[in-house]
């Protein structure tokens, strides 16, 4: 028997005005094309598949189509959610470390040159090179802070970590000497930056740390 013969058609269940049984196939007639068929001139709503014993329509296979695309798509979403936010706490943790490390090198240069910290409060006027190593220092000691007002801004340091070392402002501008330096060298930063360091030691008092540090024995 030709192969075409025995095929099994997809099947309507009514045709010519008489139901098909849906488990029986229906013989072809070899002579002709099987999309010649009657059987296969079907609207697509009604095209049931019989070769996997069940009763399932196109319409129901676009259905599960849809629902595997909906959870796909789900999945991706849930998946790039989590590389944000991993890439996202890198990127703050790689920031903070690097606030950490701009402050070891001040305390570093500190240590190094420890006269700098009577140069902050010496009643009597500091040699030019005194007050070069001083103003220079500061620039470093701001610059950083300005690095870092600008990650806070851009959402790269939390709020928390910023103001920590928003505070260290204080220390560098705590003596009358310190911002008198400030007032030389702030025309070279950020403006807005400039407006916020302004507003926080306006009204600030002076530190006696330094002072507080010759006087300990």
């Known amino acids: 028997m030709p192969a075409i013969a025995r095929m099994v058609a997809f099947e309507k269940p ?12 229906t013989r072809l007639d070899s002579s002709r094309r099987p999309f010649d068929q009657p059987e296969f001139r079907l609207t697509f709503p009604y095209l049931r598949i019989t070769s996997w ?6 319409e129901h296979f676009a259905y599960v189509a849809e629902i595997i695309g909906v959870v ?7 998946y790039l959610s989590l590389q944000v936010r991993q890439g996202t706490e890198l990127l703050r943790s790689e920031s903070r470390q690097a606030q950490v490390n701009n402050g070891l090198v001040g305390v570093y240069k500190l240590v190094e040159h420890p006269e700098l910290g009577r140069i902050f409060f010496a009643s009597e006027t500091p040699s030019f090179a005194e007050k070069t190593k001083l103003q220079f220092w500061i620039i470093g000691q701001m610059r950083a802070r300005e690095h870092e007002w600008l990650q806070f801004r851009s959402g790269a340091l939390d709020e928390i ?6 505070g260290v402002i204080y220390f560098v501008l ?7 330096l400030w007032q030389l060298c702030c025309p070279f930063f950020n403006t807005d930056f400039v407006e916020m360091v302004s507003k926080m030691i306006d009204e600030a008092p002076y530190d006696d740390f330094w002072e507080k540090l010759e006087a300990v024995k």
């Open 53 to 58: 014993g069940k009763n399932m329509t196109l």
């Open 174 to 180: 705590g003596t009358e000497r310190a911002r008198t």
């Open 72 to 78: 796909i798509v789900v999945v991706t979403l849930i």
């Open 161 to 166: 970590t910023w103001l920590s070392y928003r």
């Open 14 to 25: 009514e045709c010519r005005g008489r139901k098909i049984a849906a488990d029986r196939p």
